[in-house]
């Protein structure tokens, strides 16, 4: 079958609307079980179990996950160097099988996958879909890009000579996600690993682990061979260093913020006595994220585009539209537009399906509280600016308006439902502006000049640039997913390149 995307669902219909509320009651009875590490193809339960909590309300404990060691660690390495020893020797086909196996495995279990997602991660029914979706999606075209990458590439033909050039696996991986798509980017990393013959060892994110282990539950039912996966959630602060600077490791692929992927990129990339690689590292990081409306746009779908990039998943996405840089001939109109659809959004829990939920910790409660002061100090508040955390961690949509282009505000990545707004005078200001910050992962650009549609296609400097529509919501296969600068290496996740990533082409010449 040719790849296509999974299809999202309107949960809110019959008969998804009852599944989904059977799938929520039915995990919710689970909440508080103990979870194990898993290494070697063994479950290793430890003294030690961090509890992951229900944003939406502090007192629901949504699970307990075993916190691994450093010798934990080292056993986990030993077992994914002995399994490569094996696993390298497959083929990209056999390979593939199994994340097709997986893709089908989530299918049956969509509902109570998107459920533990909306407890744990405070996701609403349509991102949690949206993640399930992007994790089958991820599982389906890697397997189909893995089968191709088998083939290897054709060189150019020389006489007297047979030359053939093909993929070889790496060695072990160090797959580190973030938590905020706690299904789909945890699964793409860890399965494009995998399924390009490399063993790894998966350190989730402390607060999403509880989704971690459901998709560690999902490959144990393929039985990969033991070591291929190893599952060690723990504290980063105690093992993230000791795993990355590990001699045995050959690459780490990491998703995260800037600061964290730099001191990963710097880790790994310091000799270890006994290694006998330079370490690849795939840093996939933040984003200070724009839509430019220009003077020629329409209105109306640029200020639906701009509320739906600054405040779906509550602005903790990595492609958030965080700013809006509006020409000032069409300012007025699109910041009232701005403030009236933001004014409706409702704030509650994610079970209920609010359309805004609850930010994902207290450390992110207190960061984005922060920087709304901040914003207080540096532009107009003008909806929002008020927050809760009695119950769960509510932070109402806030937006600013007359900000400075070089307000912290305008150029520090908040990660919560914080959007920035500025007035411009021009298009080239628009673009400046744009392009003023230290990040490059997303954009969006609003015109109906079809000269400016061509400029930005190659002079806003982001990685995934949208024309007249929302920054958020990529595809896999469909839009290749990664940004410049500071915002990481560009592997395009979910593209043709992807796997390269994690393989290293030989070429053999024989004489004939
Ligand atoms: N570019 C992308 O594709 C993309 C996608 C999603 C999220 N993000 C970014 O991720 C960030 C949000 O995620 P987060 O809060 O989980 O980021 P984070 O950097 O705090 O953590 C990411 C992962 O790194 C681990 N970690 C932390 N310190 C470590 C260390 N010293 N060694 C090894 N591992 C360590 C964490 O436990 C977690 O698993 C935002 O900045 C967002 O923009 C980027
Ligand atoms: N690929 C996702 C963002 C992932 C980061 O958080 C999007 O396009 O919205």
Redesign the pocket.
């Known amino acids: 079958m040719p790849y296509r995307n999974e299809p999202p669902i309107d949960w809110t219909t019959a008969p998804y609307k009852e599944q989904l509320q059977t799938a929520l009651a039915e995990v919710k009875e689970q909440f508080g079980k103990t979870y194990p590490l898993y290494i070697d193809g063994k479950e290793i339960a430890t003294k030690d179990a961090l509890k992951s909590v229900n944003p939406a309300n502090h007192q629901e404990i949504v699970g307990y996950v075993s916190q691994a060691t450093r010798e934990h660690i080292d056993q986990a390495i030993a077992a994914a160097s002995r399994a490569f020893k094996t696993w390298r020797h497959t083929t990209f086909e056999e390979r593939a099988m199994y994340l097709m196996k997986a893709a089908q495995i989530m299918r049956k279990r969509k509902a109570e996958l998107m459920a533990w997602q909306i407890y744990e991660s405070g996701k609403n029914w349509a991102e949690a879909d949206g993640d399930v979706c992007e994790a089958i999606d991820f599982l389906e075209f890697y397997a189909r890009q893995a089968i191709k990458l088998g083939k290897g590439t054709e060189v150019t033909p020389y006489p007297g000579e047979d030359n053939r050039m093909f993929y070889l696996p790496l060695g072990v991986g160090v797959v580190?996600?973030?938590?905020?798509?706690p299904l789909a980017?945890l699964t793409g990393t860890a399965v494009a690993a995998i399924v390009t013959g490399n063993p790894i060892v998966l350190?989730?994110?402390?607060?999403s682990s509880v989704m971690a282990v459901k998709f560690v539950e999902i490959m144990q039912e393929l039985h990969l061979p033991a070591g291929v996966l190893n599952f060690v959630p723990g504290p980063?602060?105690e093992i993230?260093?000791y795993?990355?600077a590990h001699k045995d490791v050959r690459f780490i692929s990491?998703?995260?913020?800037?600061?964290?992927?730099l001191?990963?990129d710097e880790?790994a990339h310091k000799f270890a006595e006994g290694q006998r690689w330079i370490k690849r590292v795939v840093a996939?990081?933040?984003?200070k994220d724009s839509i430019v409306v220009d003077e020629t746009a329409d209105t109306e779908a640029a200020a639906v585009a701009i509320v739906a990039s600054a405040f779906g998943f509550q602005g903790q996405?990595?492609s958030a539209g965080s700013r809006a840089i509006i020409h000032e001939a069409v300012y007025d109109d699109v910041v009232n537009r701005v403030i009236e659809l933001t004014k409706k959004l409702e704030v509650g829990a994610p079970a209920d399906n609010a359309v805004v939920g609850p930010v994902i910790d207290e450390k992110a409660f207190a960061k984005v509280t922060s920087y709304i002061e901040i914003g207080k100090q540096e532009a107009k508040l003008v909806v929002g600016g008020t927050a809760d955390d009695s119950k769960g961690y509510f932070i109402q949509p806030t937006v600013f308006i007359d900000a400075a282009p070089n307000a912290r505000i305008m150029q520090e990545?908040i990660?919560g439902p914080v959007l920035s707004i500025c007035k411009v005078g021009s298009f080239e200001e628009a673009i400046d502006v744009f392009n003023n910050t230290e990040y490059g992962?997303t954009g969006s650009l609003f015109s109906r000049e079809r000269d400016r549609l061509e400029y930005a296609r190659y002079h806003m400097d982001c990685g995934n640039l949208y024309l007249n529509r929302k920054c958020t919501g990529s595809l896999v296969g469909i839009q290749p997913?990664?940004?410049f600068n500071m915002?990481?290496t560009d592997a395009k996740?979910g593209g043709p390149d992807y796997l390269l990533n994690f393989v290293q082409p030989k070429t053999v010449t024989e004489q004939l």
């Open positions: 580190i996600p973030p938590w905020n798509f980017i350190k989730p994110s402390p607060l980063p602060e993230g260093d795993m990355v990491f998703t995260g913020s800037k600061k964290t992927g001191h990963i880790t996939e990081m933040g984003g996405k990595c990545e990660f992962l997913f990664g940004g915002s990481g996740a």
